[in-house]
């Protein structure tokens, strides 16, 4: 079973959880901007919450499935459509042989994850499946996807190849079949179009301003075009300092915000570096993490201060409501 790619869109690359335990060797972890959206597209299709699939970004992928496949699309809605048909996000969808999936505007968010039962059949690198584009290791070839690239799928779950099985007569009636249930809202991140960041404060909070503190969490900042998978970079209140500081380069991690000299700050994302030398205002909390990721160059975003102990209480939650979710999704599709 597999995959042509007949149009990469904007940007299209292969990605897992990110490749974990090689930072000390200056090798970043990368891996899925919205780890949600990734997770919750593999066990729609009955595949383990870390198994490989697409990160399409902003819009125009075209896909063409090669067999009888069972997908699932979450995430950013850039407009899914299987043969000019319109198809629904958050729920597991039969495609047809010889059926193309195709991505057109973006209609909210930035990122769809595009998971295929069995996972994407690529070389692990360092134990994972993620493309790290500046290094030009993982995924396909190191690099993203161009027109012309096949993917192969690895070993469908049991619990998939049942579900596929049961529907494939159906699907022979027409091009594609969505699941009647799906992914309500609740069972979301908060994902909004100028969405609330939580965080905590960072190591160098105090060496800001009182000002430059509460302008942090009362003022807009616009996300600018110079962002991407390193990271956001964000335009507003200039922050400052209360004097001139120079700080060791220290580790770094997803959500870190720092800022430098002239005060915009970054956000670190998926292929931020290992460590940084800007001073860190904040971090952002891993449960916010995946609606961040959605934001796109023009969108505007406000921070909100938390303790650790509730970014520790909201991370717990989050997680043990994947685990209820996982176990519904497994059910419904042994049910068939």
């Not at 190591?203 to 600018?224: C, H, K, L, M, N």
Request: aromatic share 8%.
């Amino acid at each position: 079973m597999s995959m042509q790619i007949v149009n990469p869109g904007l940007l299209t690359t292969v990605q897992d959880k990110g490749r974990f335990g090689f930072q000390r060797q200056g090798v970043i972890v990368s891996g899925a901007m919205d780890t949600f959206a990734l997770r919750a597209a593999n066990v729609l299709v009955g595949n383990e919450e870390n198994a490989a699939a697409l990160e399409v970004t902003l819009m125009g992928a075209v896909i063409r499935f090669e067999a009888d496949s069972l997908i699932s699309v979450c995430g950013g809605n850039l407009s899914p459509a299987i043969e000019g048909e319109p198809v629904p996000l958050w729920r597991p969808l039969l495609i047809r042989e010889g059926s193309t999936l195709e991505f057109g505007p973006c209609r909210s968010g930035a990122r769809a994850y595009l998971a295929v039962a069995g996972g994407i059949d690529v070389p692990p690198v360092m134990y994972s499946r993620s493309t790290y584009l500046r290094a030009e290791i993982g995924g396909h070839e190191g690099r993203a996807l161009k027109a012309g690239d096949r993917l192969g799928f690895g070993q469908l779950s049991e619990t998939a190849a049942g579900y596929l099985k049961a529907r494939q007569a159906a699907l022979r009636a027409r091009k594609w079949l969505a699941a009647e249930w799906f992914l309500g809202n609740e069972a979301l991140p908060a994902y909004a179009k100028e969405p609330v960041i939580r965080v905590i404060r960072g190591r160098e909070y105090d060496a800001f301003t009182e000002e430059s503190q509460t302008a942090f969490v009362t003022r807009t900042f616009r996300i600018t075009p110079q962002s991407d998978r390193m990271g956001y970079r964000l335009q507003g209140e200039t922050l400052a300092f209360k004097e001139s500081l120079e700080t060791l380069s220290e580790a770094v991690s997803f959500g870190t915000v720092q800022v430098p000299p002239e005060g915009n700050p970054i956000v670190l994302m998926a292929d931020r570096q290992t460590i940084g030398g800007y001073p860190r205002i904040a971090q952002v909390i891993t449960a916010d993490l995946p609606v961040l990721a959605q934001a796109k160059p023009g969108d505007s975003i406000r921070f909100a201060e938390v303790s650790l102990q509730e970014a520790e209480e909201l991370y717990i939650r989050k997680e043990l409501e994947f685990e209820r979710l996982t176990r519904a999704i497994n059910l419904y599709l042994k049910a068939r």
